[in-house]
């Protein structure tokens, strides 16, 4: 039995022992329980309280742990992914926190748009989105707003080290207005995913910018939880760079105890996948220049660490390493055919390249992780250069990539329709088992393995020649210009055979031939 010191908490609200059962409902919102245990002696953040939820039906069990908020609680949170009842019981040695049970009712989320955790079917994304584990393709396209982090705080290059916490960029988010432009930004560039970096030791963990912390630091990890919610409300996802590089000294080896991995690492990676572990709606990759002051038994040690302890299943990444197991991603440090794992600078040279990655490992997902922001020397993209990378990467069956801007980047996009609309159309026509078939036609496509749905796309064309003989009947088909803000032409129901269609005028087309869905939630048509 729990230790009569304990007094629990829902939502803030005082609840005794019996009120334990709750309902809740599919992949939002994530329920949170609290414990009171003054008992506790030594440091708080070291104590250790499992609780294990198992889902009656299937019998899937999901085991996190317990988290330090300070004054006396601890917490612990569930978000459902499988409707039908759970139960749950907390396991520990403080009497306290041992020996409660309690049960959950999860019903069907009333918004269908409302998707679970992100993770990958071979080599494509997914996203969980039914009640019985169903998953749908999800879209990795990471933007970094540089530009309008510089607006919040002015230059914050050089040793931000020697910064106080209040000038962190992180810290900026805090602010209700900051986060709204934050996130009109991504939305109005045609992104899903935001870029969040936390990087410093004094950031993560409670200490100065001279003195490094020993503990996690409680208002990071609050900032970061309303991040986590508001994006996953609004149907976008964060990637978080955990850390940086060893110039900017944001890296773990600054840590007083051990650095990498070491006792001060090892609790801050426990609380972090406790803390935030059950809230869908994030990514994380471990930094940049990671070959400067990392290898790769640290960054897997790192990976298997968050795994180990997170109970629902995220993404993780470690730019040019290859991380073993898990839930993980083949992230890029840059481009060349000639490097394994990429250390070059640019971008692919082509969609031949794209294709290469996306073929070198079907067991996990691929993403560019290196910034190809707006005009970035070496890099070159312009506009049409980062519509064409973003179609590229799709039309290779579904390469993460990474866009944006730096702070001294040119800015705007001048065209940011261009991105919304192959956000628009990939998100409407994009199937999880699509794969490239560019034997169909004079540029590139897609094609399902029963060869219902379909995907072409042409640069700087009048026409596409599309293949359809081997599509079972008539299908509906329609066209977008790539290279303009999303407006479909309507081309009727097309006949299995050979066919090609004749665009208005020479641009970028897209035709998708299929049986199309109706998105409640997509974008309307724009001028």
């Excluded at 707003?145 to 020697?162: A, C, P, S, W, Y």
């Amino acid at each position: 039995m729990p230790g009569l010191a304990a007094v629990l908490f829902l939502a803030g609200c005082r609840d005794s022992p019996s009120s334990l059962d709750r309902t809740a409902t599919l992949f939002a919102p994530c329920l949170e329980w609290r414990l009171v245990n003054e008992s506790c002696s030594g440091n708080p953040y070291d104590l250790t309280a499992r609780v294990t939820f198992t889902h009656d039906s299937s019998a899937e069990s999901r085991v996190t742990e317990m988290f330090y908020d300070g004054n006396g609680i601890w917490k612990f949170r569930f978000t459902g992914v499988r409707t039908g009842e759970w139960r749950f019981r907390t396991e520990s040695d403080d009497p306290d926190l041992d020996g409660f049970t309690g049960r959950i009712l999860v019903r069907e989320n009333p918004d269908p748009t409302v998707t679970g955790f992100l993770g990958h079917r071979g080599n494509r994304y997914a996203v969980q989105s039914g009640p019985g584990g169903e998953v749908a393709p999800f879209r990795f396209a990471v933007f970094m707003d540089g530009h309008t982090v510089k607006t919040f705080i002015g230059d914050f290059q050089g040793e931000f080290i020697q910064k106080p916490y209040s000038s962190s960029p992180l810290f900026q988010l805090k602010d209700e207005a900051k986060r709204e432009l934050f996130f009109t930004n991504l939305d109005e560039n045609g992104f899903e995913i935001g870029f969040i970096h936390v990087g410093y030791p004094h950031i993560w963990t409670d200490g100065s910018t001279v003195t490094n912390g020993v503990n996690p630091r409680i208002e990071t990890f609050e900032l970061l939880e309303t991040l986590i919610r508001e994006a996953h409300a609004r149907g976008f996802r964060l990637h978080i760079w955990m850390w940086g590089d060893d110039q900017r000294r944001a890296t773990p080896r600054q840590f007083s105890r051990g650095g990498i991995n070491g006792e001060v690492d090892r609790r801050l990676l426990r609380y972090l996948a406790a803390r935030l572990g059950p809230l869908p709606g994030w990514s994380m990759g471990y930094g940049f220049d990671l070959h400067e002051w990392t290898n790769p038994e640290q960054v897997n040690e790192w990976a298997a660490a968050l795994h180990r302890h997170f109970g629902w299943d995220h993404l993780l990444s470690a730019r040019g390493f290859y991380l073993e197991g898990g839930n993980n991603i083949n992230a890029y440090d840059g481009f060349g055919r000639d490097v394994p794992l990429k250390t070059s600078r640019g971008g692919p040279r082509d969609y031949g390249e794209v294709l290469e990655d996306m073929r070198s490992d079907l067991s996990r997902p691929h993403l560019y992780e290196e910034r190809h922001t707006y005009l970035r020397p070496g890099f070159d993209l312009d506009m049409d250069g980062t519509r064409r990378l973003i179609w590229w990467q799709m039309m290779a069956g579904g390469m993460g990539g990474w866009f944006g801007f730096y702070p001294d980047s040119p800015h705007p996009y001048p065209h940011p329709g261009q991105l919304r609309c192959a956000r628009r159309f990939f998100n409407e026509q994009f199937r999880i088992d699509m794969e490239p078939a560019n034997e169909l036609t004079d540029g590139l496509a897609l094609c399902t393995p029963d060869h219902s749905f379909y995907i072409f796309y042409r640069q700087e064309a009048k026409s596409i020649r599309m293949n359809l003989s081997a599509m079972p009947q008539p299908k509906p088909a329609k066209a977008v210009d790539a290279a303009a803000p999303y407006r479909a032409i309507d081309l009727g129901i097309l006949n299995p055979g050979r066919r090609s269609w004749i665009a208005p005028y020479i641009s970028d087309w897209a035709v998708a031939v299929g049986d199309f869905e109706s998105h409640s939630n997509a974008e309307k048509e724009e001028e």
